[in-house]
């Protein structure tokens, strides 16, 4: 059974980075088949898709965030990384990572979410 | 961006009720439509891939059809376990855009 995990900061400081790191595990991380994704939820509201990284290092964003946001593989750990600069009280949210299916990228796996707030 | 609209964004149903949500999308998706279930602080769950295609631990009172724009989730006999919120989820081009939800809520 796979599982993702995120790690990282509960808090970040407004203008400062996010990072965070999802681990999975129970699955291979450098297959053609998936893509590694991230997708966040303001509290209270819906799902927005954040990006996605394949295992060749290919990265997609969505354009609101493009270039504020950088997301990484690290294929000998099974990790993959988002990072998010210059954050704002609109980036709070909950994290989630989760994995995607490449040929019809629907999202069959997910990390529980990590709790980001953005505040001095 | 490709928007996607679910309707009604809630609704009131009793165990055993049939249900049907509504998701249009803003252009055509040929069959990029999938679904999902949200429990509230839970990560969401997945559901239906290509607009019909119930994955295989999902329950067979579930079912979805559509395609072009237009896309409907069906729960045949509701149970307790399924008072959650329902998205769906464009896959045709990014950014991979999700409806807002509609909040199955109990009668």
């Known amino acids: 059974q796979v599982q993702l995990q995120e790690s990282g900061p509960g808090l970040v400081k407004p203008s400062q980075t996010l990072s965070l790191t999802c681990t999975v595990s129970?699955?291979?991380?450098?297959?053609?088949?998936?893509?590694w994704t991230w997708i966040r939820q303001h509290p209270g509201k819906g799902l927005e898709w954040v990006g996605y990284?394949?295992?060749?290092?290919?990265?997609y964003f969505t354009p609101s965030l493009r270039g504020r946001v950088t997301t990484s593989l690290d294929t000998s750990k099974k990790q993959f990384s988002l990072n998010l600069t210059s954050v704002t009280a609109a980036d709070t949210a909950v994290y989630f990572c989760?994995?995607?299916?490449?040929?019809?990228?629907?999202?069959?796996?997910w990390g529980q979410g990590i709790l980001v707030t953005v505040s001095s | 961006d490709i928007q996607m609209t679910q309707s009604p964004s809630s609704l009131s149903a009793s165990i055993g009720d049939r249900v049907t949500m509504s998701c249009r999308a803003g252009?055509?998706?040929?069959?990029?439509l999938n679904w999902y279930q949200q429990k509230p602080g839970k990560a969401p769950n997945f559901l239906i891939s290509?607009?019909?295609s119930v994955q295989s631990a999902v329950p067979s009172r579930f079912s979805a059809s559509g395609s072009g724009t237009d896309f409907t989730l069906t729960i045949s006999s509701l149970q307790p376990e399924d008072f959650a919120t329902y998205y769906c989820?464009?896959?045709?081009?990014?950014?991979?855009?999700f409806g807002l939800g509609t909040s199955l809520e109990i009668k």
């Open positions: 989760a994995r995607t299916k490449s040929d019809w990228r629907y999202f069959d796996f």
């Open positions: 129970g699955g291979s991380i450098s297959s053609d088949d998936y893509y």
């Open positions: 990284i394949s295992h060749t290092g290919d990265t």
């Open positions: 252009q055509h998706i040929n069959r990029f």
């Open positions: 290509a607009a019909s």
């Open positions: 989820q464009q896959s045709y081009v990014p950014p991979y855009t």
